[in-house]
């Protein structure tokens, strides 16, 4: 399953990279999340390690990631692991006008074993929950990012 959502951010886009990148505060806007950090290698990093942990509903489960590329205020993309599927998560920064970024997010998740199954049984109700979780992600993205910057630059 592939999904992706554009978004609009009032502030420059080495500061909307700078908090996208930062490990202490992504369990500020990534729904779930409750922990989050780095395993091994180099902060920020290609070939740098983390481990997520997130909360579903009361099921926690855990998610192990890498950096695959990584562009300076431009691009990141990380592959990912845990025991539903293995997916790729990418961001994509362009400058607009003055202090905007635009923002593209773009996961893609190959559900195995069993969530393959049930992931063709309910389709269009992964889809939307996935829809669902992406636009949250988003507009808490956006809130925390703008909250920052306004109260760091006003």
């Known amino acids: 399953m592939k999904i992706s959502k554009t978004t609009i951010i009032d502030a420059p886009v080495s500061f909307v990279f700078q908090i996208l990148l930062d490990v202490d505060l992504a369990p500020k806007w990534v729904p779930m999340l409750s922990s989050y950090g780095r395993v ?52 994509s920064l362009s400058p607009i006008s003055g202090a905007q970024t635009e923002i593209e997010h773009f996961s893609e998740c190959r559900y195995k074993g069993l969530s393959k199954i049930l992931m063709w049984i309910a389709k269009s109700k992964f889809r939307r929950k996935s829809e669902t979780i992406m636009n949250e992600t988003h507009m808490n993205f956006k809130r925390l990012v703008e909250e920052l910057y306004s109260s760091e630059f006003g």
């Not at 902060?43 to 192990?64: A, C, H, I, K, L």
């Not at 950096?67 to 990380?78: G, K, P």
């Not at 592959?79 to 599927?85: I, Q, V």
């Open 40 to 91: 091994s290698g180099a902060p920020n990093s290609v070939g740098s390690t983390y481990r997520s942990e997130f909360d579903y509903e009361g099921y926690t489960f855990e998610q192990m990631s890498e950096i695959n590329a990584i562009t300076s205020n431009q691009f990141i993309r990380w592959s990912y692991n845990t025991k539903f599927c293995d997916g790729v998560v990418e961001y």
